[in-house]
Each structure stands twice: as structure tokens, then as C-alpha cells.
């Protein structure tokens, strides 16, 4: 390809006006990277596909690279394991920090140990919660929540109520977000909130759901002791 | 008399002789940090909060700093003083008096009723420390109810015993006093007392912290979530002026709008619990047709039943239709009630006085509070002495009803008049804007309406005139309306819209106008403004008055901050940093 020793007047006129036109003469002058040429049809850009000098056909065949690129392709194939998963029959476990559902959690009696301050709602910046406030049924403490909702479609997972609640009484779980078929399923009332995080969730994790004391994330390609 | 002339942080001030450091630097727009001190209480000077460094001049005319900072409430200005309020002394100290403050205060916050408009969380996140160097068991006090309308937490309490005040100096009951010594000094009730004192509930305004709580409004709200809307108290022909606080278009609770010729701080839990009727579940919420054959009739729209009720004042005729008004309607509901229905076959009905006549007034003990005969020299108090008043009469407009509609109209004379008219057969159709709450119309006005052919009423809720009627149509109540009231003592004042009205409910003045412009008459704008603007032209009793006029704009309805706007503090990045040092440190 002459172009760049002689430019052509299109060339020197601008891409804008005359791509077509320069591709075109490019293709005529060069022969054989034609299809190249008309297809990018830049007139000034250097065709990459020129082979360096000095290289024989032989050698421009590039059989051996071929050949030590597909012996790679086949032994990923046939020896190693594969980096990607079967989702959702198989799934990669979260960082245990990750910032999933939520949790209501409860004390060893079994009552929530949230006191409805409404400071969680306070902080929600997608205003998903929604909690009515009454007078509680234990001696211990004075307000408890009646209900406590959380539409889990309007939530962000922002994980700003966990840092608003003055009683660790809210958490956001690895567990990621569930999937339904309607809109009210989205929509967690306190029952849902206080078991959301089932037991086999927390054995995944080997210090049971406390953020702190799961297995550390491992990085590219997972923990695969954790996938079963 | 001769003023003092003084400096507050560099501004020159005159004030009368006698006034207190933290008045005058409140008057001015200097914000000092106070708990006990409350501008209708004697001064305590017990909560420390309120330091400033005082320098008075010499025999030498020279400024000479005082040893020690002093309290701003209990030291009088003089000739010549210098105070400075924001020193790193005078900030040392607060830091020091918060820090003692917060020793026995749990942290409560995230369940207090107060969290959000608590003067010990502004005053530590402005002035204190965000750390606590006790490491001892902190008190532990008694929680209780006091009365009705209050509960007491004793662990939050400071003891600046402003209620303590309150009820010897403004209430003049003595129900609450302070029981035990020093770390373990705590308020309690008199023995044998319950705190019923119709004025109760404004402990609650006045308490800084959350010790004393409404348990009308109990763990119901959280304060930062209310919009607030000022307005008159309908309940009474004192005509107090409040805030309504609604949340989500729902009331939660009124609270006084300091206003020193109406109500001073306070109003009467009365009226502090006279919301109720507005979420009633017997609230009307549609239009009614309700014949006395019960042929047919049904739910009706708006135009429908105005259509109808419009029908039946033609049928009618002027001599067979007569009109009643109630005391609760604005005065602009009233103008335009007397241009369609004029003044001589109308009649005023309204909720009866009170029966117990120990309710009102109320005298406080002024040999207790020192403060009164300032305050009554400043035009703070009532007559007779009183610190507050209860009217009798439990309508909020009678007076403006009175000027409106004339005296004779509103006489109960001309009532029975109708009613004899009414059971004489005369009367074809007779149109009833109550919209009162807990009215129960006479013995021979509820026998008056049921003989009536046609009878309109526009009310509230279902009960016995809903009952007599044939054509019910849902009113608006007082926290749904623009308009002005005018009290007991002719004084005009506004109301404001808090929310609107439920279902197909309307306002009278919608009502009215719609029924008016249904009849063919020449209506004009239906805007209380506009309205408003007539009734000055046209009525004597209110030449002079401007929409914007009767607005009486109290900033704030809290009655422990002061009137004039807070100094807010800026906080630079570098005061940031400083903050955080401070912490760790």
C-alpha cells in the first residue's frame, strides 16, 4: 500500500468527506488487504496487517503458532478445572462482608432486638423501610417494632441502616438477592426479616454469619473448597 | 427610666435596668445555651449552662474581668458591662457543665420522644464533649406516670425544675416537686397529687430534655418526621395559638405558638388533645341523599348534592328556607354564608360553655414568681393577674359570627325563633353548616330539623343532626381550612391549611360557593384571601385589617428556644479537625 509515501488527494482532503472514496482507491493500490481497506476506510491511519519484512510464506502461514495456541486451548480443555461456574446449580459464595439481605436479628428469647428508634429509616436513602412503632409486650424495654417491612426492590443495599441501628439490630447478609415472580414478594415483613438468613447459609461460612469471623475472601478464581 | 447601656460580645445594647444578661443577648440575637431558664419562670440559675465572662469597669473606668465566668440568667446588666460569650473559658465551661449534665443520662436517645428536639443533644453536639470520662454505675430513678397527660423518666432529667416552676408560678397547683438530696435529687409528685391540671401538658413544651413526655403522643412519632403548620385553637374562645404537627396529612399533636397577647407559652390540654375528632372513625367521607320516605337516596358526587340541595332552597322559596351557621365556621365561611342567606332567617347554634367552671382562669402564684409583675409590666400577663385563660365559651368564632352576621342573628332568640317556625311548619328547607366536633343540638332544635322537609347539613361526623338530616354533605374540619377566627376578645387571627380534606369531603366555603353559584347568584373567588379583602370593606368591626395583618408569625413554637433566630454554628474544616482531636484525645 502506497498511501502513506504517496498520499492520495483524498487523503489529504479529510476522512469526513471522502472515506469512501479513499478506501476505495486504498483497495485498488493495494490488492490483497482490500477487504481490510474498505472496511475501516480510514485513509491516513498506518494497515496494521502488513506483514514485517524479512518473514518468509512459510512463515506467514503461522502454523506453529496456531499449533501452540490450540495444544494451550486443549490442555485447558482436558487438564485444568474450569474457572467458571454452573449458576445457578453451582454457586460462588459472597464475601462474607458483602452486602446482601437483611436480617432482623433476635435475642436468645427470641425477640427482635430492634427498638423501632426509626433511626434505619432516618438513613435509608431509597426510603424501603417501614416500620409502625407500639408499646412493647416485655418489661425490659418500651417500644418494639409491630411491624417492619423492607421492600427489597426499592432498597439499594446501601448497608446504611446497619450503621444507623444503635442496636445491631439490623445486618445486611451475604445472602444476594432473591428473585420472584411478583412484587409483593419483594416486600419482607418481620417474619421473613428474622429468618431471612437460614441455617444453611450460616454453616457455609465456618464462624457461622458473623461478618468478621468468616473464611477471608480468596481472590481471582474463588475458594473452591467453598463451592458445594 | 433610664436604659442601661452594655456590650454583648462587642454589640452595643440598652436594655431597662434589671433585665438579665441572657435576655438581652437573647432580644439581640445572641444565642447562649440555657436549660432552667425559661422567659415566663422565675430565674433558678441551677443548670450552669448559660456562662459568660462578665468584666465590669473599675473605679478607674477600666474594664476588670471577673475571677470567675458567671450565669447570664441571674446576672442583671449594668452601665458599662462587657460580656463575652464565646471564649475559650466561657467554652471550657460548657464543655465541663455538659459533661456533669450527661454523668447520670442514659442513652436513651434512640427510644426518647424527645431525640430530635432535645436541648441536651443540640447543646452536646454544639458545645460539649462526644465522650464521657465516668466510668462509675450511673443512678438509676423512678419512671412514672405523673397524671393523664405526662410520664416522667427519671434517669433523663436534669433537674433544671422548670416544671417544678411552672406548676407553683403558672399553674399554681405546686403538684410537682424535688424530693432527695444531691446526685439523688429527683422530681416527683406532691404526696397525694395527681398532675390533672388542665394546663399539664406544657411541662412536656417546657421540659429541655426528654424526662417529661407527652403519653398522648408516646412513642408514636418521631419528631423530624412532622411538618408543621400554624394555626388557632378552635376549641375555645381564647383562640391560643399552636402549631399543628402532622405527619403523612395525619395530626399527631398541637403544640403553643408563643404569641404574648393571646396565650403567652401555653395552652390548655383541652385543646392539646382537640385533634382527635379530626381522624374520627364516624368522620363523614362522601355526600349523602337520604329522604325522609326512604324511597331512595344513596351516595351522592358533589355537583349532584349541591345540584339538589339547590333544588330544594327554590322549592323552598326565601320565605321557607332558613340557614344556620355555627360558631366554628371562618369568618370568611360567614361572609359568604350571610351573601347567600342574609341576615334575617339565619341563626347561630353552638357547643355549650363548659360546665365545670373551675377550669378557668388560671392563676398562678405570683408571690412564688417573681417574674410576674415584670411580665405584667411588659403586657405579658391578663387581666386580673391571670397567667392563663380557658374561656368559657367553647366556640372559636362566635365573636366574628356576632360581627358578621349582627348581634340579633346570633341571639338565641332568633334560634328558637326557627325552631318555632320549624315545628309551626313554616320552614321548607333549612340549610345546617355545623362542623363541630361533640355537638349535640338541644332537645327541641334536633325535634326543629326532623320536621323540616328538606334539611341540609354540613358536618363532620355522623351523629344526631347527621341523622335528622335528608341531604348530609361532609365538611371540612378547622386543620383542613384556610380562613381567620376571631376570639373571645376581637382579636383576628389566621388559620392554616394542615392537611386536606378526606374523601369527598369539601370546605364550607367550597360549599358555599358552589351552592351560590348552583343558584344563579353572582359569587366572585372563592379564596379566603379574596374573601377576606370584602369582608374588610365591607364589615366596620374589621376595617383595617389585612389578610397578612392577622398572621401573627411567632418563629418558633418551641417555648424553651428563644424567639429570634439561632445562631447556627459554622463549622470550618479546620474547627472539624479540631473536633476529632479533641475525641481521640
Redesign the interface.
Known amino acids: 500500500m502506497k498511501a502513506p509515501e504517496h498520499p492520495s488527494p483524498a487523503g489529504l482532503v479529510g476522512p469526513a468527506q471522502t472515506s469512501a472514496a479513499a478506501g476505495a482507491a486504498a483497495s485498488g493500490a493495494a490488492g490483497e488487504p482490500a477487504a481490510h481497506g474498505a472496511a475501516e476506510g480510514e485513509p491516513d491511519e498506518e494497515p496494521e496487517s502488513e506483514p514485517p519484512p524479512g518473514r518468509s510464506w512459510v512463515e506467514r502461514l503461522y502454523l506453529r503458532e496456531i499449533a501452540s495456541g490450540l495444544a494451550r486451548t486443549f490442555r485447558h480443555l482436558v487438564l485444568e478445572r474450569p474457572f467458571t461456574t454452573d449458576y445457578p446449580d453451582e454457586q460462588l459464595p459472597y464475601n462474607p462482608r458483602a452486602r446482601g439481605e437483611h436480617i432482623l436479628k433476635v435475642d436468645e428469647q427470641g425477640r427482635e432486638k430492634c427498638?423501632?428508634?426509626?433511626?434505619c429509616e432516618?438513613a435509608c436513602p431509597s426510603k424501603c423501610i417501614r416500620i409502625v412503632?407500639?408499646?412493647s409486650p416485655w418489661p425490659d424495654?418500651?417500644?418494639y417494632p409491630v411491624e417492619f417491612e423492607i421492600d427489597m426492590l426499592r432498597c439499594i443495599y446501601c448497608g446504611y441502616c446497619e450503621d444507623a441501628c444503635?442496636?445491631d439490630a439490623i445486618e445486611l447478609t451475604p445472602k444476594p438477592y432473591s428473585v420472584y415472580d411478583n412484587r409483593e414478594a419483594y416486600i419482607y415483613d418481620k417474619e421473613k426479616l428474622k429468618n431471612n438468613y437460614p441455617q444453611d447459609w450460616r454453616e457455609r461460612f465456618s464462624g457461622g454469619y458473623g461478618k468478621l469471623t468468616g473464611p477471608p475472601y480468596r481472590g481471582e478464581g474463588g475458594d473452591r473448597s467453598l463451592i458445594r | 427610666m433610664d436604659k442601661v447601656r452594655f456590650r454583648i460580645d462587642g454589640i452595643e445594647i440598652e436594655a431597662p435596668p434589671g433585665t438579665m444578661v441572657l435576655e438581652a443577648a437573647l432580644d439581640h440575637g445572641i444565642f447562649v445555651p440555657h436549660y432552667c431558664f425559661h422567659r415566663a419562670l422565675s430565674v433558678a440559675g441551677n443548670c450552669r449552662m448559660c456562662m459568660v465572662e462578665v468584666r465590669l469597669p473599675g473605679r478607674d473606668g477600666k474594664l476588670e474581668p471577673a475571677r470567675k465566668p458567671s450565669i447570664a440568667c441571674a446576672t442583671e446588666v449594668a452601665e458599662g458591662m462587657e460580656v463575652l460569650t464565646t471564649t475559650p473559658l466561657v467554652t471550657e465551661a460548657r464543655k465541663g457543665v455538659l459533661e456533669f449534665l450527661l454523668i447520670n443520662h442514659p442513652?436513651d436517645?434512640?427510644?426518647c420522644d424527645q431525640?430530635g428536639e432535645c436541648d441536651l443533644q443540640d447543646f452536646s453536639y454544639e458545645f460539649g464533649e462526644a465522650f464521657s470520662r465516668f466510668r462509675e454505675d450511673k443512678l438509676i430513678k423512678h419512671t412514672k406516670d405523673f397524671g393523664p397527660e405526662v410520664r416522667f423518666y427519671g434517669n433523663r432529667c436534669i433537674n433544671c425544675t422548670r416544671c417544678v416552676r411552672f406548676t407553683q408560678e403558672i399553674a399554681g397547683s405546686c403538684d410537682l416537686v424535688q424530693v432527695q438530696r444531691g446526685g439523688h435529687n429527683v422530681i416527683d409528685l406532691a404526696p397525694g397529687r395527681v398532675f390533672d391540671h388542665p394546663l399539664s401538658g406544657n411541662v412536656v413544651d417546657i421540659c429541655p430534655v426528654g424526662a417529661l413526655v407527652s403519653r398522648d403522643m408516646?412513642?408514636?412519632v418521631?419528631v423530624?418526621h412532622l411538618e408543621r403548620t400554624p394555626s388557632i385553637c378552635p376549641h375555645c374562645a381564647t383562640g391560643c395559638n399552636i402549631e399543628i404537627h402532622t405527619q403523612d396529612e395525619v395530626v399527631h399533636r398541637l403544640k403553643p405558638r408563643h404569641n404574648p397577647e393571646v396565650n403567652g407559652y401555653w395552652m390548655c390540654d383541652f385543646g392539646r388533645l382537640g385533634y382527635k375528632h379530626i381522624h374520627a372513625p364516624q368522620r363523614l367521607l362522601e355526600h349523602r341523599w337520604q329522604p325522609r320516605d326512604r324511597a331512595e337516596g344513596g351516595r351522592l358526587g358533589f355537583q349532584s348534592v349541591i345540584e339538589l340541595v339547590a333544588e330544594a332552597i327554590r322549592t323552598a322559596g326565601p320565605e321557607g328556607t332558613w340557614a344556620l351557621a355555627s360558631a366554628w365556621l371562618t369568618n370568611e365561611e360567614l361572609w359568604l354564608f350571610r351573601r347567600l342567606f342574609g341576615t334575617e332567617q339565619v341563626a347561630l347554634i353552638a357547643r355549650p360553655p363548659w360546665q365545670e367552671r373551675r377550669f378557668y382562669p388560671v392563676w398562678g402564684d405570683s408571690e412564688r414568681n417573681p417574674s410576674l409583675p415584670r411580665q405584667r409590666e411588659r403586657g405579658r400577663l391578663l387581666e386580673d393577674g391571670a397567667t392563663f385563660m380557658i374561656a368559657a365559651d367553647r366556640n372559636p368564632n362566635r365573636t366574628g359570627a356576632e360581627r358578621i352576621l349582627g348581634e340579633q342573628a346570633c341571639a338565641p332568640a332568633r334560634l328558637d325563633a326557627f325552631v318555632n317556625a320549624a315545628l309551626a311548619g313554616q320552614v321548607r328547607c333549612a340549610v345546617v353548616l355545623a362542623s363541630m366536633p361533640d355537638y349535640l343540638p338541644p332537645e327541641p332544635l334536633a325535634q326543629a330539623l326532623a320536621a323540616v322537609p328538606e334539611t341540609v347539613v354540613v358536618d363532620l361526623a355522623d351523629g344526631p343532626l347527621a341523622g335528622a338530616a335528608t341531604i348530609v354533605i361532609a365538611g371540612a374540619a378547622w386543620a383542613e381550612k384556610r380562613g381567620t377566627f376571631t376570639n373571645g376578645r376581637g382579636r383576628t387571627q389566621r388559620l392554616e391549611m394542615a392537611r386536606p380534606t378526606p374523601g369527598q369531603a369539601r370546605t364550607e366555603l367550597e360549599v358555599l360557593h358552589a351552592l351560590g353559584t348552583q343558584l344563579g347568584r353572582p359569587m366572585g373567588p372563592c379564596s379566603p384571601r379574596r374573601l377576606f379583602g370584602e369582608l374588610v370593606g365591607e364589615v366596620a368591626a374589621f376595617a383595617g385589617l389585612s389578610w397578612e395583618g392577622v398572621h401573627h408569625q411567632a418563629p418558633e413554637w418551641s417555648p424553651h428556644m428563644a424567639a429570634q433566630p439561632r445562631r447556627l454554628p459554622v463549622l470550618s474544616p479546620a474547627a472539624l479537625v479540631r473536633q476529632r482531636g479533641g475525641g481521640a484525645g
Not at chain 1, 115 to 119: I, Y
Open positions: 427498638v423501632a428508634c426509626l433511626l432516618a412503632v407500639g408499646p424495654r418500651e417500644r444503635p442496636c | 442513652l436517645c434512640p427510644v431525640a408516646l412513642h408514636r418521631r423530624w
